[in-house]
């Protein structure tokens, strides 16, 4: 069987990252082939040389002991990591990956997430797969700028390794905008779907094993991220708003969990959620509000009503790409929009039928990506 090495971002203590790697992995060996995760270590010593903060010991004691929920996640996300991930060995740094023999792999694939996302980069090549020998075939899969520009000091880089591939595809609209105009590649690219709506809600159901979670009704789910924007004190007004509108008393907060005294909303705290809790509180969802891509994407897959928080700016287009591409622009929120002109509801079968095709479309272009090696 043909293998195929994934680059990724995983080891972020984030749900979004892990789910979009596990989802790659399991488009790939739906198609027929082999699949690694190649376990390069993020962050390192390069980038700690950069700039990067290393973790306390005391971060580290406390996440090892479970000492609070957001400890307890990643101590769940590792778990998940360990049982479902297929990982090569590890890989310290970059000069380690340039020393392997890549030949053993049919195909390196890149993506998804902000792999390309210079804020947080800082122009690690290793994303855009330097470490290759130029006889090895370079897939792109849905990878994410997450901006609308490439600062001055990377361009260079960004051309010389991207131009390198053979095949590109990117998770939003600004992705072509900036591979096109800003870095001049000549290349055909392809706007995908992130790979985690590429497996369907049924399957991510029934991917992994049942929890033994609470069961909760009529409730609003919360995935708030703040590390790109601040969606507060935004966010907030939308889920008042909504619980007075709709009458749901519960809000179970899955990311950004905020005492009552703080923000006025009497939360249910869910952070230390696995993987598997993660979905089914998705799957039972009343009403999801979020400021999070992956959060978007899920409530999407399940059909859920949604409020999408936003930025105010356009250059992180990657919630407001996907959402005006299936037709779902009411579900955009930014804070200069007054919570009573929004709308979460949408028309289920229009929308199933419109990610459905997406879906085909999306997978068949991973497909034929890997078919075009052999010519």
Known sequence: MKKIGITTIYSVPNYGSVLQAFATQEIIKKLGYECQIINYKYPNKWHYKIGFKKMKWTSRIAIF???????????????????FFNFTRIYKDIDELKKEDW??????????????????????SAFMLSYLPDNIYRISLASSFATNNIPSEYIYKYQKYLSKFNELSVREENGITIIKNQLKIDKNVEVIL???????????????????????????????????????????????????????????????????????????????????????????????????????????????????????DSGDDRQSSLLKDLGLSQCIATSKINPANLNPFYNVKELTAKLESKRLKSINWIAQSLIKKQY
């Open 65 to 83: 002991i479970g000492l609070k929920p957001q400890h307890r996640k990643i101590k769940k996300l590792e778990k998940f990591k360990k049982t």
């Open 103 to 124: 030949s053993q792999f049919y195909a390196i694939v890149v993506g998804s997430d902000q792999v390309w996302n210079p804020r947080f980069l800082k122009g690690d």
């Open 194 to 312: 992130d790979p985690t709506l590429l497996l369907s809600n049924k399957e991510w159901l029934n991917l992994v094993p049942k929890s033994k979670l609470k069961t909760y009704h009529e409730y609003i789910l919360l995935y708030m991220l703040d590390y790109a924007f601040n969606p507060k004190p935004y966010i907030f007004d939308v889920i008042k708003y909504y619980q007075q509108k709709l009458g749901y008393k519960k809000v179970i907060a899955l990311e950004g969990y905020t005492p009552q005294k703080i923000c006025g909303i009497k939360m249910i705290n869910k952070t230390n959620s696995s993987i598997i809790e993660l979905i089914e509180l998705f799957a039972n969802a009343n009403l999801v509000i979020t400021s999070s891509f992956h959060g978007t994407a899920f409530a999407i897959n399940f059909n859920k009503p949604l409020i999408s928080i936003t930025p105010n």
